[in-house]
């Protein structure tokens, strides 16, 4: 099964576009151990989600005991539900390649976010694992995003051949198009950005994205969702971390966690169009859309 095929078939048995992202930060852990943490967290959430994300640096900053958390995770995650490696590796080369089977073979995450600022053979090694999703970090959630983002391309290349000027986020989405032969290429588009959001998915109609940024970040679920789902009301992942891994910080934690991302897929849910037409099949087409 392909992350896209498992990514669907989660979405539609639980009626839900709501990943949950595990980012424990133990300043604001009601208790102490990591994976007790997010296993209580996975289980009272689990019906309620199409994917967990667990961000690499919460774990890595602790060191081996945080590695050791990291396993006891994903070891916690029942089978039929992915989980996305929020990673954005990007290197060259054999570092590339490293990073790849260190994320899809070593961990066996089945999908991951990675930064494309290395250009396509950078994110080739990852795209390489058919049967893995890679998010392209296209259009970030943070305040600072526009600094390189929002960057216009005026001077038409053969590299850059467009005729009409475009933001680098632009011209990163049509390459990820591009690089999309084996349809398992998607997109990170943050939440905090709509009417960005909205041009993507016209301009990718079929790609999965992912769109973090709702709640703490500022980004507005209905909006997120208005923008980001194609025309089936499915493809676009709502990424909410904190809003629900600290809904509570007594002992009620894993009940009120429940309870912020059943409003959460609710939200999502009352605004998603109506699905008309068959159900998507399979894979992606390949190549751009």
Known sequence: MTFREKLLAAARAHRSWLCVGLDPDPARLPIPDVAAFNRAIIEATAELVCAFKPNLAFYEALGLPGL????????????????????????VGPSAQAYARALFETWGFDAATVNPYGGGDTVEPFLAYRDKGVFVWCRSSNPGAGDFQDLVLS????????????????????????????GNAGLVVGATYPEQLRGLRQLCPTMVFLVPGVGPQGGEVEAAVAAGADQRGELAIISASRQVLYASGGKDFAAAARREAGGLRDRINARREPSPGPAHAGPAPAGPD
């Open 155 to 182: 001077e038409p290349s053969p590299r850059v051949p467009q005729a009409t000027p475009v933001p680098l986020y632009v011209q990163v989405a049509r390459r990820a198009l591009e690089w999309n032969s084996r």
């Open 68 to 91: 050791r958390a990291l396993e006891a995770t994903l070891k916690a995650v029942p089978a039929g539900i992915p989980v996305i490696a929020d990673a954005k590796r990007g290197d």
